[in-house]
């Protein structure tokens, strides 16, 4: 797994340039300002809804949209990963590294997590860091000249829909990472897709795809329902079953 090093003064400066402006309250998460989502509430796949399978039909083939590739980790000396893009969407197949960035948590703090950092990119509709350990988000990397996820509709609380295996989960864009490496997602969102959440020693070393909606941001950032609902109905759209 990656060391986030690099992603100390990244994420800082992420959170100044691109720290979204305060949104209505919700309920969301554990500790996120509302009531409390059951563990794995929503995660269940229901009939009618995009499966796995008809996602990654979707995005076989890549019409590139950056200018160049990414590294999956700060140690690897191969940049090979791009970020491909559809008339709907943004996409990118890569590893996934655990962001538990944000608000100290149980779960996330500097004793589980040596590079922790208090700070998001994108912050809650209260004006503070997200929490990782409870919102399912999906790190992008910082504007560059290979690619400003911004100049493609996207950005803090933009609907992504993440695939590993045969699960399919949503979730938002929640916070920015150093600019040369991709691959990277929260505490919650690894749990949700059964990987291995802990930010030292855990997530997926390959197989997962990121789709990121374009023009899809939700409000508040931090609602997780809506990002499921919303994320449910883009899905259906993006695979022809509108």
């Given at each position: 797994?990656?060391?986030?090093?690099?992603?100390?003064?990244?994420?800082?400066?992420?959170?100044?340039?691109?720290?979204?402006?305060?949104?209505?309250?919700?309920?969301?998460?554990?500790?996120?300002?509302?009531?409390?989502?059951?563990?794995?509430?929503?995660?269940?796949?229901?009939?009618?809804?995009?499966?796995?399978?008809?996602?990654?039909?979707?995005?076989?083939?890549?019409?590139?949209?950056?200018?160049?590739?990414?590294?999956?980790?700060?140690?690897?000396?191969?940049?090979?990963?791009?970020?491909?893009?559809?008339?709907?969407?943004?996409?990118?197949?890569?590893?996934?590294?655990?962001?538990?960035?944000?608000?100290?948590?149980?779960?996330?703090?500097?004793?589980t997590d040596?590079?922790?950092?208090?700070?998001?990119?994108?912050?809650?509709?209260?004006?503070?860091?997200?929490?990782?350990?409870?919102?399912?988000?999906?790190?992008?990397?910082?504007?560059?000249?290979?690619?400003?996820?911004?100049?493609?509709?996207?950005?803090?609380g933009s609907?992504?829909?993440?695939?590993?295996?045969?699960?399919?989960?949503?979730?938002?864009?929640?916070?920015?990472?150093?600019?040369?490496?991709?691959?990277?997602?929260?505490?919650?969102?690894?749990?949700?897709?059964?990987?291995?959440?802990?930010?030292?020693?855990?997530?997926?070393?390959?197989?997962?795809?990121?789709?990121?909606?374009?023009?899809?941001?939700?409000?508040?950032?931090?609602?997780?329902?809506?990002?499921?609902?919303?994320?449910?109905?883009?899905?259906?759209?993006?695979?022809?079953?509108?």
């Open positions: 797994m990656r060391t986030r090093m690099l992603a100390l003064t990244s994420a800082v400066c992420g959170a100044a340039l691109l720290g979204a402006a305060a949104l209505p309250a919700s309920a969301t998460g554990p500790g996120a300002g509302g009531g409390q989502e059951p563990e794995g509430a929503g995660t269940t796949a229901v009939e009618g809804n995009a499966s796995a399978a008809e996602l990654l039909a979707e995005v076989r083939a890549c019409a590139r949209i950056s200018k160049g590739a990414y590294r999956t980790d700060s140690g690897s000396s191969k940049a090979t990963v791009s970020v491909c893009g559809t008339k709907d969407a943004v996409f990118w197949k890569a590893d996934m590294d655990i962001d538990c960035d944000g608000r100290k948590t149980k779960a996330c703090n500097r004793r040596p590079y922790f950092l208090p700070e998001t990119a994108f912050q809650s509709s209260r004006g503070e860091p997200l929490d990782s350990a409870a919102l399912p988000h999906v790190v992008v990397p910082g504007p560059s000249k290979v690619w400003d996820h911004r100049k493609s509709g996207l950005t803090g609907v992504v829909a993440v695939v590993y295996r045969d699960r399919v989960r949503y979730g938002v864009i929640g916070d920015t990472g150093p600019t040369g490496i991709i691959g990277e997602a929260s505490y919650a969102m690894a749990k949700t897709l059964g990987i291995d959440a802990d930010p030292s020693t855990g997530g997926a070393e390959s197989g997962v795809t990121y789709i990121a909606f374009k023009d899809s941001r939700i409000s508040p950032i931090e609602s997780r329902a809506r990002a499921r609902s919303r994320g449910a109905e883009l899905a259906r759209e993006f695979v022809g079953r509108s």
